[in-house]
């Protein structure tokens, strides 16, 4: 059996939210999220337009046996419109901050999604019947007029060409001050948490006119404010923890079961930092931008501006392991602050068995880490590795001044307008889901590995 690092071979088309691929585009067009469901059947996109798109998978066919794992449109929809906050007089972008998908309970499927103020839970839904045959309307639906009906007969169900339905169930506004930066399902189904700058707050999914407090790391004066939290996500088996990363490069664990009010961690996981390292971008490139806990519910991995970072719930002091994602970045830290890139807040992923992890960087390449073999590869999502079973060749970016071999791309080369921040993986498969831009690659394991 192939080692889940072989996420090598592109088996699927790019697909973009363009109406050709690689066209010109929009900065509505930009893929601002991306999140499978429970299954992996079904693969979301958010964009910076406030639209959400959905893909299926396409089951194998005897005639087409290779074409399982192929995901093609399946629905599109408008979730979020450019609002104004007229007592604030700020506008409210309809950019799709987080996806989330609910557990599938029934035939329909539900998701959340939220832009900076307002998180809205969807049912997407199919019908291939109709009803025909009403007593009391027309056939074009309009109302008789009841005196002229003189029989009574029974509705039937006809069959219809499918038509997939996205209706949106609740919407839960008003409850954050500040933008919100994530959405976590709580593993009771119940229950989920959005966080922003200062707060987190608790909501349940049939109550839209209030939620709890659960967080709040405002200070009673705004000068005394040291950091914000940056993201936050419930524990995928225990419905009372729940884990969320600050500016600071910490992690806090915290126990509902204690307070109603979360001030006072259970845990603080934190990395003592080296002195002699020590500079004016070490707070910058130290704060977490995403952090996610592994599908055994065991660790959390965590993503700063340079590195990866694995954490045992067991060991606070330090992390388990850390992995550097584009260290020659390190003597760019300057241009870097200049262009503003050093705030870029890139994602990252488990694969189903918590053995590999994986992380974007610049020039459109993604970072793979396999955690026992201790092996990594940087793989690219361009055009060429988006050919029907290409194989992605393995790419090496070399120092500035450092000795190149062929192929090697210099640092100095990099394209930094070109940048992975968001990733999925398919939770029990090899697929992964690269947004670039306002394209989508997904890549599946095949054959073929070369590891560094």
């Known amino acids: 059996m192939l080692s889940p690092i072989q996420v090598l071979c592109?088996?699927?088309?790019?697909?973009?939210?363009?109406?050709?691929?690689?066209?010109?585009?929009?900065?509505?067009?930009?893929?601002?999220?991306?999140?499978?469901?429970h299954n992996?059947?079904?693969?979301?996109?958010?964009?910076?337009?406030?639209?959400?798109?959905?893909?299926?998978?396409?089951?194998?066919?005897?005639?087409?046996?290779?074409?399982?794992?192929?995901y093609?449109?399946?629905?599109?929809?408008?979730?979020?419109?450019?609002?104004?906050?007229?007592?604030?007089?700020?506008?409210?972008?309809?950019k799709i901050n987080k996806i989330r998908w609910l557990p599938q309970q029934n035939?329909?499927?539900?998701?959340?999604?939220?832009?900076?103020?307002?998180?809205?839970?969807?049912?997407?839904?199919?019908?291939?019947?109709?009803?025909?045959?009403y007593n009391l309307k027309d056939e074009e639906g309009r109302i008789k007029d009841i005196s002229t009906v003189t029989s009574l007969q029974v509705p039937v169900l006809k069959p219809m060409d499918l038509m997939v339905e996205v209706s949106p169930r609740r919407v839960f506004a008003n409850a954050h001050t500040y933008?919100?930066?994530?959405?976590?399902?709580?593993?009771?189904?119940?229950?989920?948490?959005?966080?922003?700058?200062?707060?987190?707050?608790?909501?349940?999914?049939?109550?839209?006119?209030?939620?709890?407090?659960?967080?709040?790391?405002?200070?009673?004066?705004?000068?005394d404010l040291t950091e914000v939290i940056t993201a936050a996500e419930f524990h995928p088996h225990h419905c009372n923890l729940f884990v969320y990363s600050s500016s600071k490069g910490t992690?806090?664990?915290?126990?509902?079961?204690?307070?109603?009010?979360?001030?006072?961690?259970?845990?603080?996981?934190?990395?003592?930092?080296?002195?002699?390292?020590?500079?004016?971008?070490?707070e910058i490139i130290s704060s977490v931008s995403d952090v996610k806990f592994s599908h055994s519910g065991?660790?959390?991995?965590?993503?700063?501006?340079?590195?990866?970072?694995?954490?045992?719930?067991?060991?606070?002091?330090?992390?388990?392991?850390?992995?550097?994602?584009?260290?020659?970045?390190?003597?760019?830290?300057?241009?870097?602050?200049?262009?503003?890139?050093?705030?870029?807040?890139?994602?990252?992923?488990?694969?189903?068995?918590?053995?590999v992890i994986m992380t974007g960087a610049y020039n459109n390449f993604f970072r793979m880490f396999d955690r026992n073999t201790k092996r990594d590869v940087t793989l690219e999502a361009s055009r060429e590795s988006s050919k029907p079973r290409a194989v992605l060749k393995p790419r090496r970016v070399c120092s500035a001044g450092g000795k190149r071999r062929k192929d090697d791309i210099s640092v100095d080369s990099l394209d930094f307008t070109k940048k992975i921040l968001h990733t999925a993986w398919h939770p029990t498969e090899n697929i992964i889901a690269i947004a670039a831009?306002?394209?989508?690659?997904?890549f599946q394991d095949k054959l073929n590995s070369e590891m560094h």
């Open 10 to 37: 592109s088996d699927i088309t790019t697909l973009s939210l363009e109406p050709e691929p690689f066209a010109s585009y929009t900065e509505a067009d930009i893929i601002s999220t991306v999140e499978f469901n």
């Open 40 to 70: 992996g059947e079904l693969l979301a996109t958010g964009d910076k337009g406030g639209r959400v798109v959905i893909f299926q998978r396409e089951p194998e066919t005897k005639t087409e046996p290779f074409s399982q794992g192929e």
């Open 72 to 94: 093609n449109v399946y629905s599109t929809f408008q979730s979020h419109e450019p609002e104004f906050d007229y007592l604030k007089s700020l506008e409210i972008e309809e």
């Open 107 to 133: 035939a329909a499927h539900f998701l959340l999604s939220t832009n900076d103020k307002t998180i809205k839970l969807w049912k997407v839904s199919e019908r291939d019947k109709r009803p025909e045959g």
């Open 179 to 223: 933008h919100v930066n994530s959405i976590s399902v709580n593993s009771d189904y119940e229950t989920y948490m959005s966080a922003d700058d200062l707060r987190i707050n608790l909501w349940h999914l049939d109550i839209t006119d209030r939620s709890f407090n659960i967080v709040d790391i405002k200070p009673a004066n705004m000068e």
């Open 251 to 282: 992690l806090r664990l915290c126990d509902m079961r204690e307070a109603a009010l979360c001030d006072k961690h259970s845990k603080l996981f934190e990395e003592p930092e080296d002195p002699s390292a020590h500079s004016f971008f070490s």
């Open 298 to 355: 065991r660790y959390l991995l965590t993503r700063d501006y340079l590195t990866a970072k694995v954490w045992d719930l067991n060991m606070e002091r330090k992390p388990l392991e850390t992995y550097q994602v584009h260290d020659y970045l390190r003597s760019k830290l300057c241009s870097l602050y200049e262009n503003d890139c050093i705030f870029d807040k890139f994602e990252c992923a488990w694969n189903g068995s918590d053995s």
């Open 437 to 442: 831009t306002n394209n989508l690659y997904i």
